[in-house]
C-alpha cells in the first residue's frame, strides 16, 4: 500500500532532521511553505537561528495551479530526483545538490539555496549576474555531453533511456508546447485583444507543420537526458554561481529543446523589458540579453566540441568534424523550440511574470504580441537561421 500523504510543515521539519545530513539536526525547529510553482510543494526549513537550512519538495498527486481535478504522478519526484543527481555528477557547481529522495511519498531533501535569488526575478529587475549565461551554457554542455551516446556505453544510454521514460510530464510539454497554441483550447490563456494574432497562429499552415516537425523530434529524439523545462525560473543565481533546480520534466530527449527553452526565456525577458523599464530605458537591457543568448551558446558549443574531442567512446561518433555537424543540427533545433516557448508563454496556460507582471495592459499586449510575433518567425525560418549573429540580427529586425 502506498505510504503517500501529503506533507504539512511539522513533517518537513521532522523529515529535514532524519534526512537533512546536519550534525546536530535538532536545531531544525520550523518550517515554511513557500512553493510559488505550478506543481509541488516546497518547505523552508529553519533552525533556531531563523536562517533557513534545509529545502524539503515533495510532489502533490495533482497539479497545483490548477487543482485536484488535473491528477499528476507522483513518480515525477523520482524523476526530478534522479535527473538532478545524474547532472550534479557532470555538473556539481551548477546542479542543486539532492540530499534523499523517497519515491513512495515523492519527497525529496535538498541544499537550501537561500543565498541564491532566482533568476527570472532578477532579470525582470535588471539586475545582472556577468557570469550566468556562461554558466549556462557550461551546465547545459556537461550534462547533455555526458548523457548521450558519444559519451555513454550504448547499454548504459540504453537502460537510462529506459529508466527517464516520464510520459506524463511529457505529455504537458506535448500539449502544452506543440498543441495548445495551436488550436481553440480551453487551457489557452491570453488578452481578448490578442484574439487576431492567436487565430492567425492557428490559420498558418506552414508554421504548424514546422511545429508538428519539431513535437515529432521532441517524440522521438532520445539524444541526451535534458532537464526539460530549464527557464529562468528553474534557476537560482548569486553572485558569480548558477544553480539548475526543478528538473520534474526530465527524460532523453533533443538537445536543442533545452537550449531552446533557455534562449526562449531570454527572449521572453527581452520583449518584457520596455513593460518594466520604459523604451528608452530598456535599450542597453535588451542589448545585454542579446549578449547573453551569444555567450549561453558560444560556451555550449565551444565546450560541447572539447568535450566531444577528448572524451567521445564511440569509434563512429568521434570521426573528426561530426561533433559540428552534430552541433548545426542542435542549433537548429534550438531556434525552432525557442520559438515555440516564446508562443505557448504568451498564449497558453503557463505564463511569465516577464510579461504578465507588466501594469499598463495596452504594453503587456504589445510585449505579448511582440513575442508571438517572433517566437513565429523563429519557428518558420529556424533552418536558415545558421549561426547565433543571424538569430541576434532577426531579433534585432523583428523588434
Ligand atoms: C501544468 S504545468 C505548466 C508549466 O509549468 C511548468 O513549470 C512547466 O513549464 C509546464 O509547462
Ligand atoms: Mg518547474
Redesign the pocket.
Known amino acids: 500500500m502506498s505510504q503517500y500523504r501529503t506533507f504539512n510543515a511539522q513533517d518537513a521539519v521532522a523529515y529535514a532532521q532524519q534526512f537533512g545530513g546536519l550534525e546536530t539536526p535538532s536545531e531544525l525547529v520550523e518550517a515554511q511553505e513557500v512553493g510559488d ?3 509541488n510543494l516546497v518547505f523552508k526549513v529553519f533552525d533556531t537561528q531563523g536562517i533557513s537550512r534545509i529545502i524539503v519538495k515533495q510532489a502533490l498527486p495533482y ?1 497545483r ?2 487543482g485536484e481535478s ?1 491528477p499528476l504522478t507522483l513518480d515525477r519526484a523520482r524523476l526530478e530526483a534522479q535527473t538532478l543527481v545524474e547532472h550534479y555528477k557532470y555538473a556539481p557547481q551548477h546542479t542543486v545538490n539532492i540530499l534523499h529522495y523517497d519515491p513512495d511519498l515523492a519527497v525529496m531533501v535538498m541544499e537550501d539555496l537561500s543565498d541564491h535569488r532566482i533568476w527570472r526575478s532578477e532579470l525582470i529587475k535588471n539586475r545582472y549576474y556577468p557570469q550566468a549565461a556562461r554558466q549556462l551554457g557550461e551546465y547545459l554542455a556537461q550534462t547533455l555531453f555526458h548523457t548521450s551516446d558519444f559519451y555513454l556505453h550504448p547499454h548504459v544510454k540504453k537502460a537510462q533511456v529506459a529508466q527517464f521514460i516520464n510520459p506524463e510530464m511529457c505529455e ?2 506535448e500539449d ?2 506543440f498543441n495548445d497554441p495551436y488550436q481553440v483550447h480551453e487551457r489557452n490563456n491570453y488578452p481578448a485583444a490578442l484574439e487576431s494574432d492567436v487565430d492567425a497562429l492557428r490559420q498558418d499552415s506552414q508554421l504548424k507543420l514546422a511545429v508538428a516537425s519539431l513535437k515529432h523530434s521532441f517524440f522521438s529524439h532520445a539524444e541526451a537526458l535534458l532537464h526539460g ?1 530549464i ?1 529562468s ?2 534557476i537560482f543565481v548569486a553572485e558569480g554561481s548558477l544553480k539548475a533546480i ?1 528538473a520534474e ?1 526530465g527524460y532523453f530527449g533533443p538537445m536543442g529543446f533545452d537550449i531552446g527553452t533557455a534562449m526562449g526565456n531570454l527572449l521572453l525577458n527581452y520583449c518584457g523589458l520596455p513593460g518594466h523599464l520604459g523604451i528608452r530605458d530598456a535599450a542597453a537591457a535588451r542589448e545585454q540579453r542579446l549578449i547573453d543568448i551569444q555567450e549561453l551558446w558560444s560556451t555550449f558549443a565551444g565546450r560541447f566540441q572539447t568535450l566531444a574531442r577528448e572524451k567521445t567512446r564511440d569509434a563512429a561518433l568521434s570521426v573528426p568534424g561530426y561533433a559540428s555537424e552534430f552541433l548545426k543540427k542542435v542549433w537548429t533545433d534550438a531556434v525552432g523550440f525557442c520559438g515555440t516557448e516564446l508562443i505557448r508563454r504568451s498564449v497558453g ?2 505564463h511569465v511574470a516577464d510579461i504578465d507582471t507588466i501594469a499598463d495592459e495596452e504594453m503587456r499586449h504589445e510585449c505579448l504580441r511582440h513575442a508571438i510575433a517572433l517566437g513565429k518567425v523563429l519557428i518558420v525560418i529556424a533552418s536558415r537561421i545558421d549561426s547565433v549573429d543571424e538569430l541576434i540580427a532577426r531579433v534585432r529586425q523583428y523588434s
Open positions: 510553482g505550478n506543481l497539479v495551479c490548477v488535473w504537458i510539454t502544452l508546447f523545462d527557464h525560473g528553474s526543478d520534466f496556460l503557463s
